[in-house]
């Protein structure tokens, strides 16, 4: 088939969808959410941390909002910690603690564990996920632009640097890991 009989095949079937009342999915946007990114910006299981590690506050750090893209539109709730232990320390700590109030780790909390940018996901029946994933400071320099860097922000000595944050439909509902 040529290009122009090619287009022309489209343009009636997009026509007719259009006249049909069939339409592209309906995408959702960030209008009207911020009832909903406050509620999660709120969730208990966000402040679980360990003893000793401290939440780097404030834009862009730590905080909720909702993201809009070409994909759809979704909220999302951060907290960037600064810690002095290590990472398996960390999610150990979330192993423990946030299965006791109803996450459940997705996958192997040991697996990636040493590489360089890791990701866990805790999933719960009714609740929004939340994500537990370890930055590199030049992660960190590079994402943030942060100079100095947050640990010196902070006056902390930090060594492992990590975001614990939860992910939920503009509706509120769950989204899965």
């Given amino acids: 088939m040529n290009m122009l009989a090619l287009r022309a095949v489209l343009a009636v079937v997009l026509m007719g969808a259009g006249l049909s009342g ?3 999915p309906h995408f959702e946007t960030c209008e009207g959410t911020e009832a ?3 509620e999660l910006d709120q969730l ?3 402040d679980l941390h360990p003893k000793g590690a401290v939440v780097v506050a404030g834009a862009p750090w ?3 909002d909702c993201v809009d893209d070409t994909a759809g539109a979704w909220l999302t709730a951060d907290r960037l910690y600064a810690y002095g232990g290590t990472r398996r320390e960390v999610v150990e700590y979330y192993g423990r603690e946030a299965s006791a ?3 459940r780790p997705a996958d192997s909390l040991g697996r990636g564990l040493d590489r360089g940018y890791a990701v866990f996901c805790f999933e719960s029946d009714d609740r929004p996920s939340i994500t537990l994933s370890f930055d590199s400071p030049e992660d960190l320099r590079e994402f ?3 100079q100095p860097h947050p640990a010196e922000l ?3 000595d930090a060594r ?3 975001s614990w944050s939860a992910e939920a439909e503009t509706d509120g509902s769950r989204i899965d890991c």
């Fill in 101 to 103: 109030l109803g996450w």
């Fill in 22 to 24: 069939c339409s592209l």
């Fill in 62 to 64: 730590s905080g909720a």
């Fill in 36 to 38: 909903g990114v406050a």
């Fill in 144 to 146: 943030y632009g942060t």
């Fill in 160 to 162: 492992t640097f990590y």
């Fill in 44 to 46: 208990p299981a966000l």
């Fill in 154 to 156: 902070l006056g902390v």
